[in-house]
């Protein structure tokens, strides 16, 4: 009796990703969609901002970068390619149908950019060795410039079929003027991430006096448990989009709006709590841990970003990553190896690229994209 009423907040977490998520597929209609991910994004991962801003007040170097890398290799490693076999299972194997790929919208090409800058600049803070207050404004600037970006990008055209594949609940705010259907949206957003404030703490603390009941570790749930439970209203929606027909795109880009969000904002936010709460400027210093945890997941985000360079997402590339997150996770003391992996998967890519274009002139559709844009304008 006592866990099923200390099971409420993961019925409310439930609910408010479901509301969240039907927020923004409504607004992807009348507001770039990239945009609408990226404000999804955003409330998704505030339970996760909540942690580590807790992390950083303690002061606590170990759990910071525990729970910061944590959060970005299980967008990556599991995220990622639960999102492709869910879209597999459920559009694939249950119809009939072969799927190798899911493929992604050119206007995507402008994520996946600067999911690779703010990757970049990471490796600018691992050469360096710390995370300071001036990184922050960096990474917040990135992050700034890419909302700027997306949300130059134009509207969806109105149409007749807008709201064939909406839920209910969009099917009828799609139909309102304006401003009612603006109100509309931006309320469902608000008692989503309302809904998701009040539960996420219980929600956490239940799973946490579970978790160590069984034994586990604090690292290894900072590290692990906290940010799958924390990310766990991102995954239900993404998941919930990946098995309907068409929306598997969808899932994928909230996964990069969050991998753009945690790599600037979620790493800006780090040294300005931690700061604050010593009363004096002073890095983050990272010590050897520190340094290779950092440097598993920028090799591992940099190598995602690689492989969606082409706006496709294959049954290969799921696997592969999914394989590589679950040996680290159960061995951590490959975790140099899996590195190593990582960087020799990225080179091979490299020289793939290079040769297609000293034979074909052939550059990555992402770029590709991007450079029409850039002469457009």
């Not at 999102?83 to 790929?101: A, D, N, P, Y």
């Amino acid at each position: 009796m006592e866990y099923i009423l200390e099971s409420w907040s993961l019925v409310v977490i439930l609910l408010a990703a479901f509301v969240i998520g039907w927020a923004a597929e409504t607004a992807q209609t009348f507001i770039p969609k990239a945009l609408a991910l990226s404000i999804l994004a955003w409330l998704q991962t505030l339970p996760e901002f909540a942690v580590e801003a807790s992390i950083a007040w303690a002061q606590n170097r170990d759990l910071m970068i525990a729970n910061l890398t944590g959060s970005l290799r299980l967008l990556v490693g599991l995220g990622w390619p639960l999102i492709f076999f869910t879209h597999w299972f459920f559009q694939g194997v249950l119809r009939g149908r072969k799927i190798r790929e899911i493929v992604l919208e050119k206007e995507d090409s402008q994520s996946v950019l600067f999911l690779f800058l703010s990757v970049v600049y990471f490796c600018y803070v691992l050469v360096k060795g710390s995370l300071t207050v001036w990184d922050s404004l960096w990474l917040t600037t990135i992050y700034v410039a890419y909302l700027i970006v997306i949300a130059r990008q134009p509207a969806p055209e109105a149409s007749e079929h807008d709201d064939a594949d909406l839920p209910w609940i969009g099917k009828k705010i799609i139909r309102l003027q304006p401003v009612p259907k603006t109100t509309a949206v931006v309320l469902l957003f608000a008692v989503g991430g309302w809904a998701l404030y009040v539960s996420v703490h219980p929600f956490i603390d239940t799973l946490q006096k579970w978790s160590l009941g069984l034994g586990i570790s604090t690292f290894v749930f900072i590290q692990w448990v906290a940010p799958f439970l924390s990310e766990f209203p991102e995954k239900v929606t993404a998941f919930n989009w990946a098995r309907q027909p068409g929306k598997a795109q969808m899932g994928i880009m909230n996964m990069v709006s969050s991998n753009i969000n945690q790599w600037t904002m979620l790493a800006a936010m780090i040294p300005i709590v931690f700061n604050i709460s010593l009363g004096h400027l002073e890095p983050v210093y990272f010590d050897h841990v520190h340094w290779v945890e950092l440097a598993l997941t920028i090799a591992q985000s940099f190598l995602a970003g690689i492989l969606i360079l082409d706006l496709r997402f294959s049954i290969v590339d799921a696997g592969i990553l999914f394989l590589l997150w679950i040996v680290q996770f159960f061995e951590s003391n490959l975790r140099e190896e899996i590195a190593i992996i990582y960087l020799i998967w990225i080179g091979i890519e490299l020289i793939r690229m290079a040769y297609l274009y000293a034979t074909q002139k052939k550059i990555p559709h992402a770029f590709d994209m991007f450079l029409a844009k850039a002469k457009a304008n």
